[in-house]
């Protein structure tokens, strides 16, 4: 019966978290099943650790917005000037609730994560999708979901059912590639997760290497979603390259698990 040291991990992990982070992906997919139990659990655990390395914060500077005055809140006259007029002729001090004050808003973000687990997807590409997943929970937390797809789209969380990171990050690292790559059902799949969504800003996170093997042309998917980051392995990225391009889509690299945080950076950036 295998075992598994997780002293020893941690000190892999700070030499060599790339190697580290594959060699734990691929045992979570171990015959042996107290090992494969032992190295989920574990890689729940340090995939979430880890995407808090990177920031986490919503893109832009916000905007001013109308909201009930609370004391200490800063009044909008202008909204509140009938309210005052009235107070005013009857002598009476107006109630917080008929006035009207300003406060800064950051736009809401909600985000799909769609993970391509055809091919020979393992060890760094499925540690990758597992820390892209707790990434993509910690920046959204009520507001994400998470596709795999291959041949079909399977939604590890959908956008208005929460689900505990873990669990998803556990479900990625049971799936092993196989199949052909149906782009364009997996893009379709993300547009009707977000249109369950109200935030004013609509995200989908795509891992792949940009090769559609089925289903029609992926182009016209991909330009009928509000905003796409195509993240693509740093060593096999030319046709995700090319398709970004194409869709006028963000694009980054990766250049291993632990170059997660540092790709998603540009959602925060953008």
């Known amino acids: 019966m295998g075992g598994l040291d997780e002293t020893a991990f941690e ?6 978290p790339d190697a580290a982070l594959s060699l734990l992906a691929d045992m979570a997919g171990a015959t042996d099943e107290r090992l494969r139990a032992l190295a989920r659990r574990l890689a729940g655990r340090v995939s979430v650790r880890l995407a808090r390395t990177g920031p986490v914060r919503t893109r832009g500077t ?40 300003t406060a800064w808003a950051r736009p809401d973000v909600a ?28 920046r959204a937390p009520d507001d994400h979901s998470v596709v795999a797809f ?19 990050v556990n479900d990625l690292l049971r799936l092993r590639g196989h199949g052909l790559t149906d782009l364009a059902a997996a893009l379709d799949t993300a547009r009707a997760q977000l249109e369950r969504s109200t935030a004013a800003r609509r995200t989908v996170v ?14 016209p998917y991909l330009r009928r979603l509000d905003e796409v980051l195509v993240i693509a392995p740093a060593d096999d990225a030319v046709e995700a390259r090319a398709l970004a391009l ?3 889509a963000r694009f980054a690299t990766l250049a291993g698990p632990s170059d997660v945080p540092r790709a998603l950076q540009v959602l925060a950036d953008g």
């Open 11 to 16: 000190t892999a992990l700070a030499g060599d």
């Open 206 to 219: 795509l891992l792949t290497d940009g090769r559609a093997t089925a289903g029609p042309d992926p182009l």
């Open 150 to 168: 291959g041949t079909r789209a399977l939604v590890l969380r959908a956008q208005d059912r929460p689900r505990p990171v873990e669990d998803v």
């Open 62 to 101: 916000g905007r001013l917005r109308r909201v009930t005055l609370r004391p200490g809140g800063d009044l909008d006259v202008e909204a509140s000037l009938d309210a005052l007029l009235v107070a005013a002729a009857t002598g009476r001090p107006p109630a917080l609730e008929e006035l009207q004050g």
């Open 246 to 248: 194409a869709a006028g």
């Open 111 to 138: 985000l799909c994560l769609l993970v391509d687990r055809s091919g020979s997807v393992g060890g760094g590409r499925l540690a990758s999708a597992a820390l892209a997943a707790a990434a993509v929970a910690l």
